[in-house]
């Protein structure tokens, strides 16, 4: 199948462009998965020290205040886990549950953009106060790592906004592509015409030589 030069530099130049961006979006997207990881995990580790921090600061052997359970018992809503502390006997203090709270909107947008197993996983700490040991907390999540609907949430707008991105920078490569390969070819195209015009026998046919390319230039003074 024979092609012309423009049609040949077009779809050379759109396939480097396609292979182009594919690559920075595939690398782009490796990079900002693995720094959300860590992101997610360092958020993970924070909470659990918040955890037990306040735990540890407000334990009495008579229990904990009302608003300690309570704003845990936030925490577990907000970001779907599941808490047990229990004292040093290991008797159960309060529990909070809710484990699959988000679970339908964390497997839709997990299975869009990153994956995070649905394994149940637990973390488990001992928790002192003034050096002597007072109880545990468990937290369970289901998944590799806990992912809050705030997180959800920024991952959606990511995966909208690269795919726009993607999109944008295809469509603007296409367009000049196009204009540059026309560019590139016209003088050669010219050239053709004028040769077959001299081959037909018109002699006097010349080419205008308004070129800034030196093989263009070059080509132009050999036909005329």
């Given at each position: ?113 990153y994956h995070n197993d ?94 800034d390319t030196y093989e263009m230039k070059e ?6």
């Open positions: 199948m024979i092609l012309k030069l423009k049609t040949k530099l077009a779809m050379s130049f759109i396939l480097i462009s396609l292979i182009t961006i594919c690559l920075i979006s595939v690398i782009t997207n490796i990079a900002v998965s693995a720094e959300f990881k860590k992101h997610i995990r360092d958020k993970q580790d924070r909470r659990d020290d918040y955890f037990s921090e306040m735990l540890e600061t407000n334990y009495s052997p008579k229990g904990y205040p009302a608003w300690v359970s309570e704003k845990i018992d936030m925490y577990a809503m907000m970001d779907s886990l599941y808490i047990v502390v229990n004292d040093v006997k290991g008797n159960e203090m309060f529990k909070s549950d809710y484990l699959g709270h988000y679970a339908e909107m964390k497997d839709t947008v997990m299975s869009d953009i649905n394994k149940y996983s637990e973390k488990s700490r001992k928790l002192y106060k003034k050096g002597n040991f007072i109880g545990t907390i468990k937290i369970g999540f289901e998944g590799s790592y806990s992912i809050s609907a705030g997180d959800m949430n920024f991952l959606r707008k990511f995966n909208f906004w690269t795919f726009v991105a993607g999109f944008v920078s295809l469509m603007t490569a296409v367009f000049l592509n196009l204009f540059i390969s026309k560019s590139i070819s016209k003088p050669v195209v010219n050239a053709t015409k004028t040769a077959l015009e001299i081959r037909n026998g018109n002699t006097s046919v010349r080419i205008e030589d308004k070129e080509l132009t003074a050999v036909i005329n």
